[in-house]
């Protein structure tokens, strides 16, 4: 078995912190896919990871200690991340641990943190099981079917659109974001009049564009991440299909857009990244991200960039290295970070709205947000 092993001791150069010796870090995990199919969204995840540790030790640390860095390239592959869980813990010797990574990955890692009593925090990844491991789990975004449930209102409620095709990506993304929006469809009037699934390998969707355009929806739910999405959506503009596509947070990166060009315009998605938020902590994380890895910002490193500085309040309120206080301090915490305003409920799923964006001349922008409480209530066990 093979893994990858990339230091990260997140030392700005200052006096103050280069006098700081290497024992008095408080060392924190970072499983992330570095390499194979999900590379690109890893690389921008541990871009808005290093951007937190950055902030928080330029500011001073935790309690005056340097954050650091210990990051694994899992390639989103559960066979990979449970040794890297088990070495981060039993090597490394972390306080605590970030998932940059996609729910198969992340679910295989999260058993292995709530045994050994190590506070984990899952990102972005959406699976409603990673949190089920245990009290020492948590997660910074959405579970799957609260989005799904999201893009349920967005379509029949918010755009009053009523007859719907579902395309299912065939993974635990695409499985629990149809579930959800699947779950309440109903509610707003949707008649779903027809459901089709392809895989992750799948970059070619003819028959599925030849049966949407037999079955004339007004909206198209369809799963996906940026890589398989963009092909999806320039296919079916290609054949004339104009209905209105609402997709999700695993569209949001400017490489949809780059992948599915002039077809992306007024394409929706639910996420957790307002980019035209007037929020100081939203505004000031993607001026400086967009400098640091002169890319576009998108969810993951939002999401990324949350987990970090949700982990580095909690320490600092913890105050010591005791790693039950730590659990308890994260789910006590109430922060505004990049994504909005984020609190735990008991099974340490996130409480928060939903953004909505929309591709506008080549760019995500604000659509709506999603404030239903209710709609929106992630699961409590």
């Known amino acids: 078995m093979k893994i990858k092993l990339k230091l990260m001791t997140a030392t700005i150069c200052l006096a103050s912190i280069a006098s700081s010796s290497i024992a008095d870090n408080i060392k924190v995990g970072f499983n992330v896919p570095l390499t194979g199919f999900a590379a690109a969204d890893g690389t921008s995840a541990l871009n808005g990871a ?27 592959s559960p066979k990979e991340a449970v040794p890297i869980a088990q070495k981060l813990i039993e090597s490394d010797n972390v306080v605590a641990a970030v998932s940059g990574s996609y729910s198969g990955a992340t679910r295989a890692a999260a058993g292995i943190f709530q045994e050994s009593g190590v506070p984990y925090i899952s990102a972005y990844a959406i699976h409603p099981d990673i949190t089920r491991a245990g009290d020492y789990v948590f997660r910074t975004s959405f579970v799957g079917e609260v989005q799904g449930r999201a893009g349920a209102k967005l379509a029949g409620e918010m ?86 596509i609402i997709g999700q947070e695993g569209y949001d990166s400017q490489k949809f857009i780059d992948i599915a060009g002039p ?110 409480a209710a709609l929106l209530a992630p699961p409590t066990e």
Not at 56 to 62: L, Q, V
Not at 180 to 204: H, L, P, T
């Open 50 to 76: 290093e951007l937190a540790v950055e902030q928080i030790n330029t500011a001073g640390g935790i309690n005056g200690n340097m954050m650091e860095l210990v990051v694994y390239d899992d390639q989103a």
């Open 159 to 244: 755009l009053g659109l009523k007859k719907a095709v579902v395309v299912t990506l065939q993974n635990d993304f695409g499985k629990s974001l149809v579930a959800g929006f699947k779950e309440v469809s109903a509610n707003y009037g949707i008649e779903i009049v027809g459901e089709y699934e392809y895989s992750i390998k799948d970059r070619q969707f003819g028959p599925i564009v030849s049966k949407i355009r037999a079955d004339n929806p007004d909206v198209i739910y369809a799963t996906g991440y940026f890589f398989t999405a963009g092909p999806l959506v320039s296919q079916l503009r290609a054949a004339g299909i104009n209905t209105t």
């Open 263 to 372: 077809a992306a315009e007024g394409t929706i998605i639910t996420t957790s990244l307002d980019r035209d938020s007037t929020a100081v902590e939203t505004q000031d994380f993607i001026t400086a991200f967009e400098a640091k890895s002169g890319n576009k910002t998108d969810m993951v490193a939002a999401s990324a960039h949350t987990a970090i500085k949700v982990l580095a309040a909690a320490l600092q309120s913890s105050g010591d290295a005791d790693k039950a206080a730590l659990r308890d301090a994260i789910a006590g915490t109430q922060l505004t970070a990049s994504t909005g305003e984020i609190s735990f409920n008991g099974l340490g799923e996130v409480q928060k709205s939903v953004q909505v964006q929309v591709v506008k001349d080549g760019q995500w922008h604000h659509h709506s947000v999603i404030h239903d």
